[in-house]
């Protein structure tokens, strides 16, 4: 069994406790208009092209088996023809044509995430999955956690939710730690925003707690969705109902908006600013909850 990966981020310290490793896994249930992630979003192999890179060689062009890499005149990517082979990107000296696409089996990822095993030993860290939504590669995910157990590897995933019970189920027994996006309680809205309603995204997180998980909720904060305060007490009152002991808020970024640029995408929306964490605070302000609330940024 092999993992459709994007990407391996070691040493981060904000995906869980202690230092982790953060894996990527590919294919999401959702669209969400902001996403952060757009290459590990979409289930198939990718191929990215930053034209401010490219040299001109033009040794893209002869290698490229659909006619897919544009002209001497105009080199680029014709996404329809594209099948993102990745063969532009093998001679692409200037690394203007790339793709993060890998394949691996559990027992290769292991070798990547020990790197970091006396790290995790001295912080608490470990492994998390994120993406994409890794829940859906739930095979994987539970060969993974089983080899993690085995060693005394600390253990999270980052989903948003939207999977069906039995993907939780195949993992429950091994994931320490639950970082579960609530993106808003209005299943109307998240639907026109997310592409589908958050009926079973509320539902499973309450499975979760009802079978004793540990589950931090976490809310990315989106101007025009749910950075207002009605939107906001919405999940906080959810999130009561259900022993929720802390929320965290990410503030809107536009890191990725390069990313969509690289991979033929449109940016849903040029004209929205990001937000800080002060402006989230204050709409989070005499908000009365019993949950401990947390801002990043
Ligand atoms: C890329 S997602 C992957 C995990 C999972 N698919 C999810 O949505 O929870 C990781 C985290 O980034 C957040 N996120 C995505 N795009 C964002 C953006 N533009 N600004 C702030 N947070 C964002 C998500 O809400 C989620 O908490
Ligand atoms: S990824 Fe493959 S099909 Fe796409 S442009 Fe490159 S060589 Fe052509
Ligand atoms: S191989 Fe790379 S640098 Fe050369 S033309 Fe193609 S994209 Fe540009
Ligand atoms: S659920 Fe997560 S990975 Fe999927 S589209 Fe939304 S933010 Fe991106």
Redesign the pocket.
């Known amino acids: 069994m092999e993992g459709r990966i994007t990407n391996i981020q070691r040493f981060s310290v904000h995906d869980g406790p202690g230092i982790r490793t953060v894996v990527f896994l590919k294919g999401c249930t959702l669209r969400c208009r902001w996403c952060c992630n757009p290459e590990a979003m979409l289930p198939q192999p990718v191929?990215m092209f930053n034209p401010q890179l490219c040299i001109g060689c033009g040794a893209?062009i002869s290698?490229?088996?659909?006619g897919?890499?544009g002209t001497e005149k105009h080199i680029g990517?014709e996404r329809k023809?594209?099948?993102?082979?990745?063969?532009?990107?093998e001679v692409c000296y200037a690394e203007a044509?790339y793709k993060r696409d890998r394949f691996l089996a559990a027992e290769e990822l292991m070798e990547e995430v020990r790197k970091d095993l006396s790290f995790y030993q001295r912080t608490g860290g470990g492994i998390t999955f994120s993406g994409g939504e890794a829940l859906l590669q739930k095979e994987f995910v539970a060969e993974v956690l089983r080899l993690c157990k085995a060693e005394g590897i600390g253990t999270a995933v980052e989903t948003c939710g939207n999977v069906p019970w039995e993907n939780f189920e195949a993992v429950l027994d091994s994931m320490d730690l639950y970082l579960y996006d609530i993106k808003s309680t209005d299943t109307e809205k998240h639907k026109v925003y997310t592409g589908a309603g958050c009926e079973r995204i509320m539902e499973n997180c309450r499975r979760l707690r009802e079978a004793g998980k540990q589950v931090i909720i976490r809310v990315p904060v989106i101007p025009e969705f749910n950075f207002d305060r009605e939107s906001l007490t919405g999940i906080l009152r959810f999130a009561e109902t259900i022993n929720i002991e802390e929320i965290n808020f990410l503030p809107y970024h536009r890191y990725a908006e390069n990313k969509y640029r690289y991979l033929g995408m449109e940016y849903w929306n040029p004209g929205v600013e990001r937000l800080d964490k002060g402006q989230v605070e204050e709409c989070l302000r005499e908000i009365e909850t019993s949950v401990r609330l947390k801002v990043d940024g």
């Open positions: 191929l893209c290698v490229c088996p659909t897919a890499s990517v023809k594209c099948t993102g082979c990745g063969s532009c990107a044509k």
